[in-house]
């Protein structure tokens, strides 16, 4: 058990290393860089930059460097002292801007994720114990639609439907008093009341897509033998399902949390952008745009990081829960 | 029980009829009612995208300029007399300026009638890209507009963009797809053959790429396809963006056959008989997980669609005035329009139409190709 999980956060450690690396690289492979955009910006708004200052901000960033030495020079202060580096966009460091937005990201991950067990997990029972059911039929339905419909419509139906019938869009995760203000009981409160929409658009194709994993194993449980003898024995039915069944067919689902959280991550991307999330999404998509290389290589790399430590967290727990996988990977 | 009678005596050996492996494919995929309508539903999409230009009423970037948003025409058969006719006709629209809201809205004039016909003659174009024609499969006569799914804000008819834009996202599904599933195939195929170090290094890599969020690996990829390039380069490198991306679960799913498949009694049963192992493969091999590669394609498809939509409407991917069902989302971007002009999100249903279809498809395949499923 130990070894397994000294093993697995080696392994995470590699891979860390591996995204910081793939991030550098792919922010900083097309062509131009942030300070020719800066020059044209200058020069359409009338007052060029002159080469000198170019020559300085290209030498102050390191820009002329190999990208090797870009790369050591940006992970190194990294990992010994916190320091993402520098935005050429918004003058400060890219650390104040990404601080609160990864803390909501994750936050938002999160409650997507107990959002999706919550829902899921009931509606599958049902759904698997009245099989062929108008209540099962319904719930398979809504799951095709819920697979079918990409989230950012989902989302701009949402907006325009209660700009319609409410008169609000219901964008962003504070009201506009909350925005800029230190954290408070309040604001927490505040956020809380945001949170249901967003959530709901990120996690109904998780939602459909886990009531499908597990209604589908708990069908296939049922004609085992085991349930067939405790039925015979006169085991209640309730007590039946709970205990036997239905902790077998836990066992993918925690597995799946691997899939999950990135599938999460992914598609709470680009709801922020179309919802207005003070999240990392936007902010990545802006860096990207405007060549903001530190910005979009540190945004991609902690959006990487979130996903992978997450799923190292469901192995190593899948581990501790189920005795065969254990014995499986301690061996 | 009489099922299981029947059963026995249609499986006995003497006298009764042998089906090939495609029969019984066949006859177990009709089963599925919805994966037939889903199958011809798709074919009949990718007929009708490849001769966009004869059955959209008007050229996708023709501005009727006093159209603009104008919503969805209404076909009728009565008129306003309340008399029936038997060939639908549409009524004439007038942009009106409100007098209360001082906003300028359209007004249906129902005194003047347009007949709708078929195989009318409008903007001339070529078909298939070389057979000049003017021919459109419908339109109205004389001055009267059509606009099926509305216009956009440049007044261009939404229905015929959507049908250029289906074209363009259907077949970059297509060709993503055709390269993931080289990339697939190539890695899943040596991982599953050579064993030992190359598939830990395979596995290894494909688990790392997983792991990731594909769609903001997708966004940074697309920032690196240059602004200068042509719409067709543009539309080459977004497809190979989706494909690296995307090519690892099919690169798990041929290795795990070819794992399995390899230690089946029959591969050892022919070798053992002498058969070569070129025969092995293609006789014996290949059928056994064909079906797997098909079922999998089939569902690769909408994500592949849904990741260029997704991309074109982030502003990453095709960019007008390339037409595609995700450049067509981006005007659907400005909350203010899309709350008066609700029919924007058109293309959005058809997306989700497509991306059902595919799913349906691709489950009635798989239950077809699954020889444990009756």
Same mark, same amino acid.
């Given at each position: 058990?130990?070894?397994?999980?000294?093993?697995?956060?080696?392994?995470?450690?590699?891979?860390?290393?591996?995204?910081?690396?793939?991030?550098?690289?792919?922010?900083?492979?097309?062509?131009?860089?942030?300070?020719?955009?800066?020059?044209?910006?200058?020069?359409?708004?009338?007052?060029?930059?002159?080469?000198?200052?170019?020559?300085?901000?290209?030498?102050?960033?390191?820009?002329?460097?190999?990208?090797?030495?870009?790369?050591?020079?940006?992970?190194?202060?990294?990992?010994?002292?916190?320091?993402?580096?520098?935005?050429?966009?918004?003058?400060?460091?890219?650390?104040?801007?990404?601080?609160?937005?990864?803390?909501?990201?994750?936050?938002?991950?999160?409650?997507?994720?107990?959002?999706?067990?919550?829902?899921?997990?009931?509606?599958?029972?049902?759904?698997?114990?009245?099989?062929?059911?108008?209540?099962?039929?319904?719930?398979?339905?809504?799951?095709?639609?819920?697979?079918?419909?990409?989230?950012?419509?989902?989302?701009?139906?949402?907006?325009?439907?209660?700009?319609?019938?409410?008169?609000?869009?219901?964008?962003?995760?504070?009201?506009?008093?909350?925005?800029?203000?230190?954290?408070?009981?309040?604001?927490?409160?505040?956020?809380?009341?945001?949170?249901?929409?967003?959530?709901?658009?990120?996690?109904?194709?998780?939602?459909?897509?886990?009531?499908?994993?597990?209604?589908?194993?708990?069908?296939?449980?049922?004609?085992?033998?085991?349930?067939?003898?405790?039925?015979?024995?006169?085991?209640?039915?309730?007590?039946?399902?709970?205990?036997?069944?239905?902790?077998?067919?836990?066992?993918?689902?925690?597995?799946?949390?691997?899939?999950?959280?990135?599938?999460?991550?992914?598609?709470?991307?680009?709801?922020?952008?179309?919802?207005?999330?003070?999240?990392?999404?936007?902010?990545?998509?802006?860096?990207?745009?405007?060549?903001?290389?530190?910005?979009?290589?540190?945004?991609?790399?902690?959006?990487?990081?979130?996903?992978?430590?997450?799923?190292?967290?469901?192995?190593?727990?899948?581990?501790?829960?189920?005795?065969?996988?254990?014995?499986?990977?301690?061996? | 029980?009489?099922?299981?009678?029947?059963?026995?005596?249609?499986?006995?050996?003497?006298?009764?009829?042998?089906?090939?492996?495609?029969?019984?494919?066949?006859?177990?995929?009709?089963?599925?009612?919805?994966?037939?309508?889903?199958?011809?539903?798709?074919?009949?999409?990718?007929?009708?995208?490849?001769?966009?230009?004869?059955?959209?009423?008007?050229?996708?970037?023709?501005?009727?300029?006093?159209?603009?948003?104008?919503?969805?025409?209404?076909?009728?058969?009565?008129?306003?007399?309340?008399?029936?006719?038997?060939?639908?006709?549409?009524?004439?629209?007038?942009?009106?300026?409100?007098?209360?809201?001082?906003?300028?809205?359209?007004?249906?004039?129902?005194?003047?009638?347009?007949?709708?016909?078929?195989?009318?003659?409008?903007?001339?174009?070529?078909?298939?890209?070389?057979?000049?024609?003017?021919?459109?499969?419908?339109?109205?006569?004389?001055?009267?507009?059509?606009?099926?799914?509305?216009?956009?804000?440049?007044?261009?008819?939404?229905?015929?963009?959507?049908?250029?834009?289906?074209?363009?996202?259907?077949?970059?599904?297509?060709?993503?797809?055709?390269?993931?599933?080289?990339?697939?195939?190539?890695?899943?195929?040596?991982?599953?053959?050579?064993?030992?170090?190359?598939?830990?290094?395979?596995?290894?890599?494909? @688990?790392?790429?997983?792991?990731?969020?594909?769609?903001?690996?997708?966004?940074?990829?697309?920032?690196?396809?240059?602004?200068?390039?042509?719409?067709?380069?543009?539309?080459?490198?977004?497809?190979?963006?989706?494909?690296?991306?995307?090519?690892?679960?099919?690169?798990?799913?041929?290795?795990?056959?070819?794992?399995?498949?390899?230690?089946?009694?029959?591969?050892?049963?022919?070798?053992?008989?002498?058969?070569? @192992?070129?025969?092995?493969?293609?006789?014996?091999?290949?059928?056994?997980?064909?079906?797997?590669?098909?079922?999998?394609?089939?569902?690769?498809?909408?994500?592949?669609?849904?990741?260029?939509?997704?991309?074109?409407?982030?502003?990453?991917?095709?960019?007008?005035?390339?037409?595609?069902?995700?450049?067509?989302?981006?005007?659907?971007?400005?909350?203010?329009?899309?709350?008066?002009?609700?029919?924007?999100?058109?293309?959005?249903?058809?997306?989700?139409?497509?991306?059902?279809?595919?799913?349906?498809?691709?489950?009635?395949?798989?239950?077809?190709?699954?020889?444990?499923?009756?």
């Amino acid at each position: 058990m130990l070894s397994y999980t000294v093993r697995r956060l080696g392994y995470m450690i590699v891979n860390l290393t591996l995204i910081s690396i793939v991030c550098f690289y792919i922010i900083n492979l097309p062509p131009g860089s942030f300070i020719e955009t800066y020059s044209t910006q200058l020069d359409a708004a009338g007052s060029p930059a002159s080469q000198a200052q170019l020559d300085y901000l290209t030498a102050r960033y390191g820009l002329d460097q190999p990208l090797y030495v870009q790369y050591w020079n940006w992970i190194v202060p990294l990992v010994t002292q916190g320091d993402f580096g520098y935005s050429f966009e918004w003058q400060q460091p890219v650390w104040t801007l990404l601080a609160d937005r990864l803390w909501l990201t994750i936050i938002f991950s999160i409650v997507s994720m107990v959002f999706v067990y919550a829902v899921s997990i009931p509606v599958a029972l049902y759904s698997a114990t009245h099989q062929y059911s108008f209540g099962d039929y319904s719930v398979n339905l809504l799951g095709v639609i819920g697979l079918a419909v990409p989230n950012f419509l989902l989302a701009l139906l949402l907006l325009v439907g209660s700009a319609k019938f409410f008169g609000v869009t219901p964008t962003g995760l504070y009201s506009p008093q909350y925005m800029n203000a230190p954290w408070s009981w309040d604001k927490f409160v505040d956020l809380l009341i945001h949170l249901p929409v967003p959530v709901v658009v990120v996690g109904l194709a998780g939602t459909a897509a886990t009531i499908r994993i597990l209604r589908s194993q708990l069908l296939d449980e049922f004609q085992k033998q085991y349930v067939i003898t405790a039925r015979a024995k006169g085991v209640p039915e309730r007590r039946l399902l709970m205990k036997y069944p239905f902790r077998v067919a836990l066992n993918p689902i925690i597995s799946t949390a691997g899939h999950l959280l990135p599938e999460i991550v992914s598609g709470s991307t680009i709801v922020a952008i179309v919802l207005g999330l003070p999240t990392i999404g936007p902010l990545l998509l802006r860096s990207i745009i405007a060549q903001d290389t530190y910005v979009a290589a540190s945004s991609l790399m902690m959006l990487g990081v979130l996903t992978v430590v997450g799923v190292v967290m469901s192995d190593i727990l899948l581990t501790i829960l189920d005795p065969r996988v254990r014995m499986n990977r301690t061996n | 029980m009489t099922s299981i009678t029947i059963d026995s005596e249609s499986s006995a050996p003497q006298g009764g009829r042998v089906l090939s492996r495609s029969q019984i494919f066949w006859s177990k995929f009709y089963r599925h009612k919805l994966a037939v309508v889903s199958l011809g539903f798709i074919l009949f999409l990718y007929a009708i995208v490849l001769i966009a230009e004869f059955v959209a009423p008007y050229d996708p970037f023709q501005r009727h300029t006093d159209h603009l948003l104008a919503p969805p025409t209404a076909i009728t058969f009565f008129d306003a007399d309340g008399d029936f006719h038997l060939r639908p006709f549409v009524h004439a629209l007038k942009n009106e300026l409100n007098r209360e809201t001082f906003q300028r809205e359209y007004m249906v004039d129902t005194s003047v009638r347009y007949k709708i016909s078929l195989f009318v003659e409008g903007e001339p174009y070529n078909l298939f890209g070389f057979i000049p024609m003017d021919t459109h499969f419908f339109g109205v006569e004389g001055d009267g507009k059509i606009f099926l799914a509305g216009t956009d804000t440049l007044g261009r008819d939404l229905f015929s963009r959507m049908l250029f834009g289906a074209r363009t996202s259907l077949f970059v599904g297509l060709f993503g797809l055709a390269i993931g599933f080289g990339l697939g195939l190539f890695f899943g195929g040596i991982s599953g053959y050579f064993g030992g170090a190359v598939d830990n290094f395979v596995q290894r890599l494909t @688990e790392f790429l997983q792991s990731l969020p594909t769609l903001p690996l997708w966004m940074a990829l697309a920032a690196l396809v240059p602004p200068h390039w042509t719409p067709i380069q543009v539309y080459f490198g977004i497809s190979t963006i989706l494909a690296v991306v995307g090519w690892t679960t099919l690169a798990r799913v041929v290795r795990g056959k070819l794992l399995s498949l390899r230690e089946e009694d029959y591969v050892m049963a022919a070798k053992v008989s002498g058969v070569s @192992e070129a025969k092995i493969i293609t006789n014996h091999l290949l059928p056994g997980f064909m079906s797997y590669l098909i079922v999998h394609l089939t569902l690769a498809v909408p994500q592949m669609i849904l990741g260029e939509v997704a991309l074109s409407f982030l502003g990453l991917g095709l960019r007008p005035p390339a037409v595609s069902l995700g450049t067509l989302l981006i005007d659907s971007q400005n909350i203010q329009t899309l709350v008066f002009s609700p029919w924007l999100l058109v293309p959005g249903g058809l997306i989700i139409i497509i991306v059902i279809a595919f799913s349906f498809l691709g489950d009635g395949l798989r239950d077809a190709a699954d020889p444990y499923r009756s």
